[in-house]
Structures are given as C-alpha cells and as structure tokens.
C-alpha cells in the first residue's frame, strides 16, 4: 500500500486543520490506521489511531479534545482533524497502516506501511 498525506501548512495558534491520507495499491479497510508525527529534535510519536471498523479510536493525551481521527473504508481515506492548534503540535505527520489485519496496536513499530508526511507549522 502506498499512502500519502496531506493538509498540513503554516497556521497561527488556535487555528484548524484537516489531514488527510490517501490509501492506493491495495485496500486499507481491514487495517488499523495511525497518525503518528515528528517534532523538531524529537522522536516519532503516536497521535490517534483508528480500527479496521472506524469504531475504535486511540488519541494521546496530548491532543486528547482537540483532535479527532475518523476514516473512509469506501474512499481508502483516514482524516486527522486538528482543532485549536498549539505551537507545540510544530511537528511531520505521518499516516500509518498496521502490519496486521483486525489487529489494534498503537506502537510505531507494529505499522509497516508510511506515508511521505505532511508538515505542520504552528505560530504562537
């Protein structure tokens, strides 16, 4: 599977933004799909993740009542929509398939599948 994200850009704190990653190549409806992101000087984080079904959902604590994952097995898309942003989420994102069907995980090393990532840049 090929992903590739996009939506990202230079917005001003407390502004908005959708993500969005587009899936080709085969069919990411039975997958567990992450947005994980890379802070500048930092490791790759999980932001959300989302299962096969769209029932499931992870956000990490950081994010957690601003930002909502959400996905479109029928268009093979997954959304990151991004609310009151903060300098602090300056950061790459990336979406993420899981290497395994039906499975959940929320560790970067349990997802084979990257996308080319999408810049996100939050003024303060």
């Known amino acids: 599977v090929q992903l590739q994200a996009s939506g990202g850009g230079l917005v001003q704190a407390g502004d908005s933004l959708r993500l969005s990653c587009a899936a080709s190549?085969?069919?990411?409806?039975?997958?567990?799909m992450g947005w994980f992101r890379r802070p500048p000087g930092k490791e790759r984080e999980l932001v959300a993740a989302?299962?096969?079904?769209?029932?499931?959902?992870e956000i990490v604590d950081a994010v957690k009542g601003r930002f909502t994952i959400s996905r479109d097995n029928a268009k093979g898309m997954v959304y990151l929509d991004m609310n009151s942003l903060k300098p602090d989420d300056t950061a790459a994102y990336y979406c993420?398939?899981?290497?395994?069907?039906?499975?959940?995980?929320?560790?970067?090393?349990?997802?084979?599948?990257w996308g080319r990532g999408t810049q996100v840049t939050v003024s303060s």
């Open positions: 993420a398939s899981h290497r395994a069907t039906r499975t959940w995980g929320l560790s970067p090393g349990q997802y084979d599948a």
């Open positions: 190549g085969r069919s990411i409806s039975r997958y567990t």
């Open positions: 989302i299962d096969s079904w769209g029932s499931k959902t």
